[in-house]
């Protein structure tokens, strides 16, 4: 299952051809074989974040920390966003695959199991069966001796 090229094309195309302030990714997240929890994921656009860091917000300022390279504060916040974007919806699309393929064993394991319980079923309905029809003809035979010898 290699879904890395569809999330990367399909990340690139959302990101070119779609304006936000804020993406959400729903998907469920794995928690056990039984369990997954569906949850919301949001990736922010890079001029929010900016906004967000000039305000003084929760982001904190992105001032404080050096850039090498020479690049703008904010080509580095888009490459961020772009990386965030498509990690969040790889995450996404593998933590949905593990919750699918949790039900699927879940599933499994419940037919087996039930498969399993109506052999046991069926095997004691042919052994009671066939222990009345052996039962009947006994009966049959000790009559006949029966009537021979009465």
């Known amino acids: 299952m290699d879904f890395l090229p569809q999330v990367s094309v399909l990340a690139d195309d ?5 304006e936000y302030d804020a993406l959400r990714i729903v998907f469920n997240k794995f928690q ?14 890079p001029e929010v ?18 850039i090498e390279g020479g690049e703008t ?7 961020l966003a772009e990386f965030q ?3 969040t919806m790889f995450n996404g699309v593998l933590e ?6 949790g039900a699927r064993m879940s599933a499994m394991d419940s037919s087996s199991r039930n498969a399993g319980d109506m052999l ?10 066939r222990q009345a029809s052996i039962t009947t003809e006994l009966i049959e035979i000790i009559s ?5 010898t009465g």
Not at 73 to 79: P, R, V
Not at 96 to 101: I, Q
Not at 144 to 148: D, I
């Open 14 to 18: 959302i990101l070119k051809n779609v």
């Open 32 to 45: 056990s074989v039984v369990q997954f929890i569906p949850t919301v994921a949001t990736v922010l656009s």
């Open 49 to 66: 974040v900016e906004r967000e860091a000039e305000a003084g917000g929760k982001l904190g300022d992105l001032d404080s920390y050096e």
């Open 73 to 79: 504060k904010g080509e580095i916040l888009q490459n």
């Open 85 to 87: 974007f498509s990690c």
């Open 96 to 101: 949905n695959a593990c919750s699918e393929l």
């Open 120 to 129: 046991d079923r069926l095997t004691l309905t042919y052994n009671r069966t």
């Open 144 to 148: 006949g001796a029966s009537a021979l």
